[in-house]
């Protein structure tokens, strides 16, 4: 393990949901230079190793996370981009139960939950471009 992938790995703990920018800023204040050339390296790597999760909600940049021993889903406020860990439903959910699996042997499902967080619920703030593409939104309606 390097010193840029340990950089890279403390800043991924230490801000859960940060970008591969917010990644570089915090090890370059730990490490001084580090080349995002460097951080996108590290990221793959240590994602390649399952030492971190990268997700990827429609219309954002990847975001990366140190939560990977579950299997956990997302809410991301549609309005301020706030990202949240929301845990697996348990009990009967149908929903991360394919219809048909169509041969496959699933062991994990990706769900991620849109809306307005709690504070943009208070300020009234409406939706912007943060919003996935209505066409996304609405084939994934259909298919839930």
Known sequence: MTAQRL???RAVSSQPHVTADGVAEVA????GAISRQAVYDALSVLV???LIRRIQPVGSPALYEDRVDDN????ICRICG???DVDCAVGFTPCLTAANDL???IDEAEVVYWGR????QVEGRLSTRLD???DRRQSQRRTV
């Open 82 to 84: 706030r990202v949240a």
């Open 28 to 31: 370059e204040v730990e490490i």
């Open 132 to 134: 996935p593409p209505t």
């Open 7 to 9: 950089a890279v790995l």
């Open 103 to 105: 041969g496959y042997e």
């Open 72 to 75: 956990h889903h997302h809410v």
């Open 117 to 120: 967080c709690p504070q943009c």
């Open 48 to 50: 390649e190793k399952g």
